[in-house]
Structures are given as C-alpha cells and as structure tokens.
C-alpha cells in the first residue's frame, strides 16, 4: 500500500485497552506546524497509533532533523 | 602609536556620555588594542545602536559599534548551559584569551575544525584575516595535517573540518588531504576557497569530489566585477560562476561567502541571495561575513566602515523586497548569540521562499546545555551544506505548490531534502569589538601547529599593529 510503514509483524500487536488487534489506516503526524499524512498500524476502535522503532529512529527522526536549524 | 591617532580610529570615543539614551547594559572583558592588556568593557545603549566600550588606563578610551537598530539587541538572546570542553590542551595559567588550547574557562564544545593547508595565495585580497599572499612559506606536510586530524579526532570526533589557508586549492595534494580527513572518521568536509581552481580545471572539482569533500565555502562577495575589483583586487565574477557550476556537475554543495563592507557591496545583499537562489540547488545557502579588522585591511577603522548583525538582517528584508523577513532569522544554538544569526527556508515550487523554523525559534529563551546546541549545529551544517540527496530534475514538489502540509511522509521528506536553503552570518571579532565571553563560547576553532584548538577569533586577532597573539604558532 503506498505511503505504508505498516510491517506484517505490526499487526500482530493488540491494542491493550481495546484488545483488540491493530490493522493499517490512516495516521497524521504533527511537527512545527507541518501536518504529514502515513498509513501505520492503528487500533481500529479507539485510533491509537503504534510507531515502530525502525520508522522513528529512521523517517520520523529525518524530518525532525530536516526540519531543524542551527 | 600616539593618543591622536587612537581618537582618529575611533571617532565615538569622543561622543559626550551626557546623552540621557545612553544606558551601561552588561559588563565584559575585552583587551587593549595597542597593549593586549586586559580590560573591563561595557555593552552601552546609544538610542537603538550598541557599543563596546572600553577604557586603558595608558591608552585610552575605545569605543566600537556592535549593533545597530533592529532586531533589537536586548531581544536577540539565546541562553546556553556552559559546558567545558571534555579534552582541554592547555591548563589555564595567564587567563582567557592568553590560554587557548582549548582551557577549562571555555563554555562550548567544537563544532568546526579548522584546519590552514597553507599561507599561500593566488590573490592578495584588501582585507584577509589570515595576511595571506604568494611567498614561498613552506606548507605543514602530509604527516602534520595527520596529526592534526588526529589531535582534533580525539577532543572533538563528530565535529565539523573545514580546511583552509591561504588558498588550499595551491596545494596539488588537496584530494589526498581530504582523504586523509575522511579516514580519520570525519564526516563533513568543506573546502574554503576563492573558486578560481574549480573554475580554472575542468576535472578538479569531480576529483575533490572523490576524494570525499561534501561542500564549498566559496568567497562570493557580489554580483558585479566593481565589487571584486574593489576587494579583491581583480574582476572576478565570471570565475566564481563557473566555480559553482563546476561543483554542481561534481555533485558538491556551495556555499556563497560574501564578506559585506559599506561601501563597497553592501547595497549587493539582496542581489546575492537572488544569485544564489538562480544557482539552487547547486548553492545550499549562503553565509554572510561582516568586515572584521584583523589580519590585512585598510587602516581606517572607523565605526562607519562596520557593518552589524541586525544591518544585515535588515537588508536582507528590505533588498529582497520582503521574499525573506527580518522575524524570519533567530540566533545560534551553539555559539553566543551575538555572534550570528541564521534562517532555513524553503525553495517553493510556486516561488519564493518559506521558513520553516521561526516558530520553534521564537521560544528561545530556556536556557540549553551548550554542546545540544552544539551537535545540533554539527548535524544541521553537515546535512544543508552537502549537496541534496535528490537532485536536478529530481527535485521534489514541481508545479505551484506553496504549502508543504499534508503531503506524504515520503513525498514531504524528498520535498524538505531537496529544497531547503539557508541563509547565515557570523559576526567575527577583532582586537576593536573583542568581547570575552563570547570568545568564551566560540565553537568554531583552528588547529594550531602544535595541535591546539584555539578559537577563530582568538587565533586571528592582531593589535593594533598587526601583531598576531596567535596566528603562527
């Protein structure tokens, strides 16, 4: 799916309030007023989103780096 | 040198101090500039123009500009937790600036590393804080440059290298110097230059390339040959485009240093930063100097032939008619606040620039531990100044697009990496404006022969005769 950072073994996680498992859907992600559109693994009944450490300490930190001054 | 000729240098020292708008706001430390005594100075309100002023008991009183009008000075701040330096080279014994090495005095880490690959140079420039000019010095050799890589690898291993001179691109070994740099773990190098290699020899940029050079720092002082001529000595224009395209074809980004003199190009300032967007994404940015009066320049140093921060600030709003606003820049995170300002925008497809930090940097009042400022500043440098990931036809976002919210996360991060720009300025110090805690603060350092890290302003300064503290050892 494009604009996905979903990994398969991101859906096997449950949601603990919920109990429920996530699925991919959409998420929009803030920064300095930025809004950034991505498809993540979320909890289809309460939204909550699960950010793997590959896409925070990859992507995520990339815009917030690209986004920073000296 | 006798007292007539110290008032005809500084014509403010003879303004009445009866003035009611003149307010004492902060006390320093600076040196006398026929004696190298150290004295007390004081930070002084004149209306909305601030000076250093300063008094020896044998010389006399000195008075020098620092700022002039907006952004007001007492607004541009940003607080910094002092950190001492995690390798010092030097014990202290005669007290800041006598014991640069770095010593424990000193508040901030390294974040560029310079490194002068000769004295050499292939132009005898007005003004040059390092004298230099075509003699027969000899270079440090290829086992010094070693060790001097070496000795800033052990104080500060993630900084940034810039090398330098002289004119470095003289030296035909210059590939294997990078090359040198980049096996020793250094990440970022930049070359500073006055471009007449890169243009004169077709293959040379690509071979710098090669060898590891991620950006040029290249002497760019206007638009027009009178410019060159007036500073330089020569027209000069053609050269330094040619030198940009050449780096561009190479793959390395450019950035275009103008040193800003009233009189002479001052009134160029909005015309640069046009030039320098026409060239983008081969310029990343462009870093403003303001004349200091050290090393070799002409003797008047007089108040009118200065040019401050905020003036600069100024002219960018105004000659770019309002592309870029004053509100737009904000002061460093790593080195002290009066010494430079700085501003990343955005190329827009639709046109025009937008800035895309001003938020975060209008909150800038906590105070930050010195050396996060610092590696911030190390990263953000490294990533602006090298050429974009993406480039040419590749740039992302064609079409008239003016606003970078909502895209995709991939979309937005190929926008942001390719066209992003900076525009900068750092304010030197000289023997005239010497203010000690922010030389205290300098984050910028040269390797000195023997292998200490001595900083920029420390290393260059001369007295009034020209006689260098540290320049040669």
Same mark, same amino acid.
């Given at each position: ?51 793997s450490?590959?896409?925070a ?13 000296k | ?21 003149r ?51 007492e607004?541009w ?6 950190i ?21 005095s000193?508040?901030? #880490? ?23 000019q ?24 993630s ?6 001179g ?20 250094f990440?970022?190098i ?26 040029v720092?290249l ?12 500073l330089r ?29 009233p009189? #002479? ?10 030039l ?13 100097q ?46 002290n606040?009066?010494?430079s ?13 937008m ?9 800038c ?23 974009p990931?993406?480039q ?18 991939d979309?937005?991060l ?58 040669g050892?």
């Amino acid at each position: 799916m494009k604009n996905s950072y979903a990994n398969p073994e991101d859906l096997r996680w449950k949601c603990h309030k919920c109990d429920m498992f996530l699925s991919v859907g959409p998420a929009t992600l803030t920064y300095m007023g930025n809004t950034i559109n991505a498809q993540l693994p979320v909890c289809p009944q309460c939204g909550f989103v699960l950010v793997s450490e590959e896409l925070a300490l990859g992507k995520i930190a990339e815009v917030e780096q690209l986004l920073e001054d000296k | 040198m006798s007292k007539t000729v110290l008032i005809r240098l500084m014509p403010e020292t003879m303004k009445a101090d009866s003035s009611s708008e003149r307010r004492v706001l902060s006390q320093t430390e600076s040196l006398c500039p026929v004696c190298l005594k150290k004295i007390p100075a004081f930070r002084v309100t004149d209306g909305l123009d601030v000076y250093l002023e300063k008094h020896c008991e044998s010389h006399g009183p000195f008075s020098t500009v620092i700022w002039r009008k907006d952004p007001h000075f007492e607004t541009w701040t940003r607080p910094k937790i002092p950190i001492q330096p995690p390798v010092c080279y030097t014990e202290i014994t005669k007290g800041c600036p006598f014991d640069c090495g770095l010593c424990a005095s000193h508040r901030q #880490i390294t974040c560029t590393a310079l490194i002068e690959l000769t004295k050499r140079c292939n132009l005898h420039c007005r003004y040059c804080f390092a004298s230099s000019q075509n003699l027969d010095d000899p270079d440090p050799d290829i086992n010094k440059i070693e060790f001097m890589f070496k000795r800033v690898r052990e104080a500060a291993p993630s900084c940034n290298i810039q090398l330098s001179g002289g004119e470095p691109t003289l030296r035909d070994d210059l590939p294997q110097v990078i090359g040198t740099g980049r096996q020793a773990g250094f990440g970022f190098i930049q070359l500073n230059t006055n471009g007449l290699r890169l243009a004169n020899e077709k293959d040379y940029a690509a071979s710098l390339k090669e060898s590891g050079l991620s950006s040029v720092f290249l002497q760019f002082d206007g638009v027009s040959d009178e410019v060159y001529k007036a500073l330089r000595g020569q027209a000069l224009l053609d050269k330094k485009r040619l030198a940009i395209e050449q780096c561009a074809r190479a793959g390395i980004g450019v950035v275009l240093v103008p040193m800003i003199v009233p009189g #002479i190009n001052a009134h160029e300032i909005g015309s640069i930063l046009e030039l320098g967007l026409k060239e983008y994404p081969a310029v990343r940015g462009i870093h403003f100097q303001p004349v200091s009066y050290f090393g070799r320049h002409p003797e008047s140093v007089e108040n009118h032939n200065r040019i401050t921060i905020p003036e600069i600030i100024t002219a960018l709003e105004i000659q770019s008619n309002g592309m870029v606003a004053a509100s737009d820049f904000h002061p460093p995170g790593c080195e002290n606040a009066l010494c430079s300002f700085s501003g990343k925008f955005l190329v827009m497809p639709g046109g025009g620039l937008m800035p895309i930090v001003s938020e975060t940097n209008s909150c800038c009042n906590k105070p930050v531990r010195a050396d996060i400022g610092a590696r911030q500043t190390i990263f953000s440098v490294a990533g602006q100044w090298s050429a974009p990931k993406v480039q040419g036809s590749a740039i992302a976002g064609q079409g008239t697009t003016n606003s970078i919210s909502g895209m995709d996360l991939d979309g937005f991060l190929d926008f942001v990496r390719s066209r992003s720009f900076s525009i900068s300025g750092m304010a030197f110090q000289d023997i005239w404006n010497l203010d000690l805690d922010r030389l205290r603060d300098c984050c910028i350092h040269i390797v000195s022969n023997d292998g200490r890290l001595i900083p920029f302003c420390a290393y260059n300064l001369t007295d009034i005769q020209n006689k260098p503290i540290y320049r040669g050892q």
